[in-house]
């Protein structure tokens, strides 16, 4: 029989930038993916898009989403030989059940791994900050499970130990008991002015806060349905959070900003946000790739020598012209005599990543600056160079030739509808989870209500602010039906969350 291999992976407690590096490469080589309901989606875009994927939350229906149900269908799974990776929640081995799980799989004598995670009682009072431990409040912590009953007879939890602890007290899954448990501790001794926090959806971007003491926190918590997913925190370290609570400082915070741009450039709009306390989904509309047809840009390249001019309009541009010089041998020498123009700052640093001078920048980083930018620094006849999108404007090309020069305008590479799942977007849309939505392209926009083909997009983003990353990709909003709520003035990814922080 062929056999596969479980790894066991934290997933962290939301935020997905708390997944180890570990478990990353985990999801990347797994065949099947077993996730848990606290699980965050992005993370699954990390795995393979032909790796399958297997929801066994607790509101599954049959017996797949029963514990018994889990074990079954992993031992089942490494048994056909496949890699797979059961992604839980936190940390698989507190109080997430990965000990039951690794113990069934060692019974069937399925290899396995454990790959620990970030768990929510570390993580959540971070986001909310609350340090578990500090020199002057707390030596220690003691994390406890709050899906016990507090009054059944047998309990596993020393209620007169916890209580007569020091240190700081952290209850997992305890918001349905909570009175309960905040009864047990006053009646074995701890003060019921102890104060107490409850942290829910801790480092989600719905991470909600409450504050209190032992004695008064669950009425706070009845008056504000204050419920489950949430960390309960007890002792004097919870007081902290007034000075130390860094991500309330941040601007976005709270926010879930949906980042349609091309992924390996999306990261970087991505990184920003982040930074600002945004939450990001990058959902790419737009994949790129090489002309379907390279001739066009090869005849260009056989007369390189004869321009006068090689105009770029993106980074992609100069990728794949590159790209194409390298894969025919050309000696990048031969464009010293050839002046070279960027539309903007981030396609100049391309083009000096390759050593060479860029002789043009405009100061609005749009296709009309260069023209009115370079009508001085043309002539009759000159012969000009536009390796461009499939979907770029012929608005260059033509007004180029306005000014007497000869323009080859050649595709150097391609804008494609990407993959993603619609969907799962469509459901985050319908429930009001994404907040902001950025363009950075008029492709992007196209490609984005082409996914939606058929759905009511001015009902699904009605609460929805849209950004875009200038003039041009408004117009394309604008004229499919979305609006511009949020138009960057520098049209970078630095001034799209200029803008975007600006209107916040």
Not at 133 to 140: E, F, G, K, L, Q
Not at 194 to 210: D, H, K, N, S, V
Not at 235 to 257: A, F, M, Y
Not at 395 to 402: N, R, S
Request: aromatic share 6%; proline share 5%; charged share 25%.
């Amino acid at each position: 029989m062929l056999k596969g291999i479980v790894y066991l992976v934290g997933a962290g407690p939301g935020d997905p930038g708390l997944i180890t590096v570990k478990g990353i490469r985990c999801l990347e080589k797994a065949d099947v993916i077993v996730y848990d309901r606290l699980v965050n989606p992005q993370l699954l875009s990390f795995a393979s898009p032909e790796a399958g994927k297997i929801f066994v939350g607790k509101d599954t229906a049959g017996l797949a989403g029963t514990q018994d149900g889990i074990n079954s269908l992993l031992i089942g799974l490494a048994g056909e030989g496949k890699t797979v990776v059961r992604l839980k929640g936190g940390d698989p081995f507190i109080f997430g059940r990965g000990g039951e799980e690794a113990e069934a799989l060692a019974e069937a004598g399925v290899p396995f791994e454990v790959v620990p995670g970030v768990t929510s009682a570390v993580a959540a009072p971070a986001y909310a900050g609350i340090p578990l431990t500090h020199r002057s409040h707390a030596s220690s912590v003691t994390i406890v499970t709050g899906n016990e009953d507090p009054d059944k007879e047998n309990s596993m939890i020393a209620w007169d130990k916890i209580a007569a602890e020091p240190g700081t007290l952290v209850f997992l899954m305890g918001m349905a008991n909570l009175r309960a448990i905040c009864g047990q501790l006053i009646k074995h001794g701890r003060s019921g002015e102890t104060p107490a926090a409850l942290i829910r959806w801790g480092t989600w971007a719905e991470q909600e806060f409450l504050q209190g003491t032992l004695a008064d926190i669950a009425s706070k918590a009845e008056r504000e349905n204050f419920k489950n997913p949430a960390v309960i925190v007890i002792g004097d370290v919870v007081g902290l959070n007034k000075k130390l609570w860094w991500l309330k400082k941040k601007p976005l915070t709270g926010r879930r900003i949906l980042v349609t741009r091309e992924a390996h450039q999306g990261e970087g709009l991505a990184r920003l946000l982040t930074e600002q306390g945004g939450e990001v989904i990058v959902f790419p509309t737009i994949a790129i790739a090489g002309p379907d047809d390279s001739s066009p840009l090869d005849q260009a390249l056989d007369k390189i020598g004869q321009y006068k001019w090689i105009i770029f309009t993106s980074k992609n541009g100069v990728k794949y012209f590159f790209k194409r010089i390298n894969e025919r041998l050309i000696d990048i020498r031969d464009l010293k005599e050839i002046k070279l123009a960027a539309i903007g700052p981030k396609t100049r640093e391309a083009l000096e990543e390759h050593g060479l001078r860029v002789a043009l920048t405009p100061p609005v980083y749009i296709a009309e600056e260069i023209v009115a930018s370079i009508k001085g620094m043309i002539k009759t006849g000159d012969r000009i160079l536009l390796p461009r999108s499939d979907k770029a404007r012929k608005f260059l090309k033509e007004a180029l030739a306005e000014l007497g020069a000869e323009v080859d305008d050649v595709i150097a590479y391609r804008t494609c509808a990407a993959g993603g799942d619609p969907d799962y977007l469509r459901r985050m849309l319908e429930q009001g989870l994404i907040h902001l939505i950025t363009f950075a392209s008029p492709s992007a926009v196209h490609n984005f209500v082409r996914l939606f083909g058929g759905s009511d997009l001015t009902a699904l983003i009605r609460n929805v602010q849209v950004a875009c990353i200038g003039p041009v990709t408004a117009q394309a909003a604008v004229e499919s039906g979305l609006r511009a709520d949020i138009v960057a003035r520098d049209y970078t990814s630095e001034g799209l969350v200029e803008a975007i922080l600006r209107s916040n």
